[in-house]
């Protein structure tokens, strides 16, 4: 998940009802198409929600419509990401 430490914590949305999205997928076939989760102050789950942000099957990525609250996962679609634009490496690194 973006912004977040391996699975929860740091910046980004983390807290979302993990148990009832595999439940829906495993026992009635419903794969998510994205996944709404919350970001807490604080990182405390008692603390005010601070924004929502969708979760988007790779390799689309969660891109704000440009209207709205920023801190509402409601302003936010799923689309393909852009490809990154890398470099090819150096000879030296091929060796």
Same mark, same amino acid.
């Given at each position: ?8 914590? %740091? ?9 009832? *999205? ?57 689309? %393909? ?12 690194? *091929?060796?």
């Amino acid at each position: 998940m973006p912004g977040v430490e391996h699975c929860n914590g %740091d910046q980004g949305a983390d807290t979302m009802d993990r148990q009832l *999205l595999i439940e829906a997928w495993v026992e009635n076939g419903e794969a998510p198409s994205r996944i709404m989760a919350v970001h807490h102050a604080g990182n405390d789950a008692n603390a005010e929600v601070t924004f929502t942000r969708p979760h988007c099957p790779y390799p689309q990525q969660a891109f704000y419509t440009g209207t709205g609250d920023e801190t509402d996962a409601a302003n936010f679609e799923c689309w %393909d990401a852009p490809k990154p634009d890398y470099e090819a490496p150096g000879e030296a690194y *091929l060796r």
